[in-house]
């Protein structure tokens, strides 16, 4: 009998699942709302959980990106840059108007990246943590923050060694869903909210399978993400008219 070929997915080809359940989750949540389609709520409750992937995905690739690029300012730099070319977009999808009340998740990938940059120069332990605290303090006003910078934090720190990278990752979203869980029942949110968080033990599989090499090394595949970011919250909106 044939032995069974174990399952390995490059860097590319997990950032294609990540941008798919990214699309997922924010068509659900902007199209799909319980409130006003009841009858859709097991669609929902689907569409949001397998979109819980992306942004772990997303924070998981900024520590490798930082870890291989060859000019981490030319990095910082394309983060800038798609951040606040996106700010218009996120606000437009989720407020229904150019002004928002927080900053879009690319903007957490740039003060998480910024963190690493400065953390690689600081030999004090003590001034390391208190540069650590300071950026995931500012990161409260982002998409993602706080929890974000801090899955970067412990990627970062585990860097080259998987095991210890998901070990410490299941540590933080288990403390995570029990307090997203306690937050629902404080404040009488629906069941189903906290249902979708689940789908955060969806990496685990994801990053397991990870054979750490990057897939093809294309322009399309290079610039993806950061034009399908902006542009879907475009279409998502125009769709929600």
């Given at each position: 009998m044939m032995?069974?070929?174990?399952?390995?997915?490059?860097?590319?080809?997990?950032?294609?699942?990540?941008?798919?359940?990214?699309?997922?989750?924010?068509?659900?949540?902007?199209?799909?709302?319980?409130?006003?389609?009841?009858e859709l709520i097991a669609l929902y409750v689907i569409m949001r959980t397998i979109g819980?992937?992306?942004?772990?995905?997303?924070?998981?690739?900024?520590?490798?990106?930082?870890?291989?690029?060859?000019?981490?300012?030319n990095y910082c730099l394309r983060l800038l840059s798609f951040a606040i070319l996106s700010q218009i977009p996120y606000s437009l999808m989720r407020y229904g108007s150019v002004a928002s009340g927080d900053l879009n998740v690319i903007f957490t990938l740039l003060i998480s990246f910024l963190m690493m940059a400065v953390t690689d120069r600081i030999n004090s332990q003590i001034i390391k943590?208190?540069?650590?605290?300071?950026?995931?303090?500012?990161?409260?006003?982002?998409?993602?923050?706080?929890?974000?910078?801090?899955?970067?934090?412990?990627?970062?720190?585990?860097?080259g060694d998987k095991t210890k990278q998901i070990r410490k990752y299941l540590m933080i979203i288990c403390i995570q869903l029990i307090c997203t869980v306690i937050f629902l029942i404080c404040n009488t949110q629906n069941w189903y909210d906290g249902i979708c968080q689940l789908g955060i033990f969806l990496v685990l599989q994801l990053l397991h399978f990870y054979n750490g090499e990057p897939g093809r090394r294309t322009?399309?595949?290079?610039?993806?993400?950061?034009?399908?970011?902006?542009?879907?919250?475009?279409?998502?909106?125009?769709?929600?008219?």
């Open positions: 032995k069974k070929n174990k399952i390995e997915l490059n860097r590319t080809q997990i950032k294609y699942i990540a941008i798919t359940a990214m699309l997922f989750d924010h068509l659900a949540a902007f199209l799909l709302s319980p409130e006003k389609h009841p819980r992937v992306a942004a772990p995905v997303m924070f998981y690739f900024l520590v490798e990106g930082f870890t291989h690029t060859s000019s981490k300012w943590g208190m540069a650590v605290a300071l950026f995931m303090l500012i990161s409260v006003f982002s998409d993602w923050g706080l929890l974000g910078p801090l899955m970067v934090w412990i990627f970062y720190m585990k860097k322009t399309v595949n290079k610039w993806l993400f950061y034009v399908f970011y902006p542009l879907h919250f475009l279409v998502i909106w125009i769709l929600s008219f």
